[in-house]
């Protein structure tokens, strides 16, 4: 692989306006296809094989509900004591909702002094609107046209906030958050290279790699379901690590041109030896994201295959762009500073390759005391509760939580089967049992037509994330097993807290499966590049630590309050019930690539030298700097996203942004490089009769020392 990279690297320098050319005329075709097509992300996310969904669905089938439909709930407020009943606001509401009933696909636009949902202070009521598309289909015009039948009302001091399944605010593609992410990373980089130019050519790389891949995600868009964080986590990958794939070809081209004249050459070289460790790493992470796939859940599946499109264009972009940016600009790029002979030692070299167990201990000790909070992690699904405070959605959130009871924005549905007619006679006890238990504020039954199933409408007394209502939740499945034996009635529990519950389950019967198919690859994977057996173990070993250790972090901030402010965190809760198998499969590919870079190098040395000090050596002093600078600009880039209002997004950016910080400088670079010293020459064996087996991948380039 590497002799055919060597050549492919030479031909994109030596045609490099070509290779340019047609890149760009790629990313065009893709960016028009787009302008076509539009984009169709989901601002809802919608799981599948779950209990409670599956009931949800029953419900629907048996009461004609379509919950795929579009609704919209828009809350009225005023200040005053009874405002909403004054005769001036019923007739000011009343004209609004009447603009808004005629408007086009609007099915229905219930009137709150009919259906009676008005507050008990009378300062607040609430109207729901249908829609006869789907949820996906109320588009930003749709919705601007509600907003502006509402205008009215705000002159006559009469407040409206809108709430429901579809989008209500409009989702930003770019931002902020990347334009900080951008900026740190090219700071970082024009400290590394000591040149502006050589900064950027990493950073043009990935943003032209970035706009081919998200183009590409855009696109699917208007065929598969897609929340609109998928778009925030393939943005978040590819922008990563779209710069430090095209930063390890870079430094190893600034490498080689201190002895090689030939700039061609160099770039050809640089790519046959650092492109196939890139090919490498990105596979690895390709796997990883890829391996969300296993969990079962459709929109996880969706998010890694998204994310691996972003990560595979960083990779090409990396052998095919980053060539010929080098062979065009090559005059302005300068060699890599040359280390004195006989100076091999740096500060860090001496403290983790001088005192190994001591630098063991202490990062041990670091990442054991930030995973004591993971053991108190709880998980749960974001509702509107989590938005900014500014949003909309939030303050409709607030002012139904208050004048309504903080379980109104969660109520739980209960689904009872009546197999006999004469069992019906049971439920209005069943009912009148839900309505006493612990942290039920009322319970409400219906009968469908042709009254074989009740629906019970359960609004607890706390919001859909606390936990009291996920004991409601328990207790409710608990009481199923009286009524079957004593009712002959069949209960089945869906709704929000349900929902979690049941998606925590899933996560956590997956992730076991999921970790080990990808650890277990990965093993096998690195056992067969640096042919040992202690080598895969120790990095798969301390990806355990750096994980333990990034959701306890995570859960101190998010759950736990800490540093909230800091971060931006307006409101507390459980943490996002995938981030867990998220930042598993993330970051485990990106801690296999510091590993590759950094062990690559070692091994490299060992080769050719048999000394394992002086390898490690070399490789921290190497590969080290290298790694520094890739994995700030992956802490930049991820915690950029801090600023995002999404609470989502800010929850994958901390956990992605500190879990890289963790892997990198504490195991990578400390445990990692003191485990190898503390092991010896024993951290290279490999029985004789698994390396005769092992088939040979060279990713260190051995294959042009001729060149």
């Not at 990279?5 to 296809?33: C, N, Y």
């Not at 636009?109 to 949902?117: F, G, H, L, Q, R």
């Not at 280390?339 to 030692?345: S, T």
Request: glycine share 8%.
């Amino acid at each position: 692989m590497a002799k055919l990279l060597f050549h492919l690297g030479q031909t994109f320098a030596k045609h490099r306006w070509k290779t340019i050319f047609g890149w760009l005329i790629v990313l065009g075709i893709i960016l028009a296809t787009l302008g076509i097509n539009g984009i169709h992300f989901s601002d809802d996310i919608k799981m599948n094989g779950l209990k409670s969904l599956d009931t949800s669905e029953k419900i629907g089938q048996e009461f004609k509900q379509d919950s795929q439909k579009g609704n919209i709930r828009i809350v009225f407020q005023t200040k005053d004591k009874k405002g909403i009943v004054q005769p001036e606001n019923i007739a000011q509401i009343n004209q609004a909702l009447n603009k808004i009933s005629i408007q086009k696909h609007v099915v229905s636009a219930s009137n709150p002094y009919e259906s009676k949902t008005i507050s008990q202070d009378m300062t607040t009521a609430f109207a729901d609107l249908t829609y006869d598309v789907d949820y996906m289909q109320v588009n930003e015009k749709m919705v601007g046209d509600v907003k502006d039948a509402l205008k009215p009302l705000h002159k006559a001091g009469i407040q409206t906030e809108l709430t429901g399944n579809v989008m209500i605010s409009p989702m930003e593609i770019g931002g902020t958050s990347e334009v900080i992410g951008i900026i740190v990373a090219l700071i970082i980089l024009v400290v590394t290279f000591g040149s502006l130019i050589a900064a950027g050519l990493p950073i043009l790389s990935a943003l032209v790699s970035l706009g081919a891949s998200i183009g590409i995600v855009a696109i699917l868009s208007s065929f598969i379901d897609m929340p609109n964080v998928t778009l925030t986590l393939a943005v978040m990958i590819g922008l990563a690590v779209g710069i430090d794939y095209a930063l390890f070809i870079l430094f190893k081209y600034r490498q080689i041109i201190r002895t090689e004249k030939d700039p061609i050459k160099a770039v050809g070289l640089a790519t046959g030896t650092a492109g196939s460790a890139v090919i490498f790493a990105g596979i690895t992470v390709i796997i990883a994201v890829c391996g969300l796939s296993l969990v079962g859940i459709d929109f996880l599946a969706v998010m890694g295959f998204a994310s691996a499109i972003s990560v595979l264009f960083a990779v090409l972009s990396a052998l095919i762009l980053m060539p010929a940016f080098i062979g065009l600009l090559h005059k302005k790029i300068k060699p890599q500073k040359a280390k004195k002979v006989g100076k091999e030692d740096t500060l860090w070299t001496k403290f983790v390759i001088g005192k190994p167990l001591i630098a063991f201990l202490c990062s041990i000790i670091l990442l054991g005391g930030l995973s004591i909070p993971f053991a108190n992690m709880e998980l749960g699904i974001p509702d509107n509760g989590t938005k900014p405070a500014d949003s909309t959605e939030k303050k409709a959130y607030d002012i139904l939580s208050d004048k309504f009871g903080e379980g109104f924005n969660g109520p739980l549905a209960v689904l009872v089967h009546i197999e006999k007619p004469e069992d019906a006679a049971n439920l209005e006890t069943v009912v009148k049992h839900i309505s006493s238990m612990k942290n039920v504020a009322y319970a409400i039954p219906q009968l469908n037509e042709a009254k074989d199933y009740a629906l019970i409408s359960v609004i607890p007394k706390t919001g859909p994330t606390d936990v009291k209502t996920a004991d409601l939740v328990h207790d409710l499945r608990d009481y199923n097993q009286t009524t079957e034996s004593k009712y002959n009635l069949n209960l089945e529990v869906t709704g929000q807290s349900a929902i979690n519950i049941d998606m925590s389950q899933k996560l956590n019967d997956a992730i076991p499966v999921f970790a080990s198919v990808i650890v277990i690859l990965a093993f096998l994977l690195l056992m067969v590049v640096f042919r040992s057996l202690l080598i895969p173990l120790k990095a798969v070993l301390g990806f355990v630590l750096t994980l333990t250790a990034t959701l306890g972090f995570t859960t101190l901030i998010l759950q736990e309050g800490v540093l909230k402010d800091v971060f931006g965190i307006s409101e507390t809760g459980p943490i996002l019930a995938f981030l867990p198998v998220i930042t598993i499969g993330i970051l485990f590919g990106l801690a296999m690539d510091y590993e590759v870079f950094l062990m690559s190098r070692i091994h490299e040395e060992y080769t050719l030298s048999k000394d394992n000090v002086h390898s490690i050596k070399t490789g921290l002093r190497e590969s080290g700097p290298v790694i520094v600078a890739a994995a700030l600009i992956m802490f930049s880039v991820f915690i950029s996203f801090v600023f995002a209002p999404d609470s989502m997004i800010k929850s994958i950016g901390i956990a992605l942004g500190f879990g890289v910080l963790f892997d990198a400088f504490i195991v990578r670079l400390t445990i990692i490089p003191a485990l190898t010293k503390l092991f010896g020459k024993a951290s290279w064996y490999l029985p004789k009769w698994l390396d005769k087996i092992l088939p040979s991948l060279d990713i260190e380039g051995h294959d042009l020392k001729d060149k």
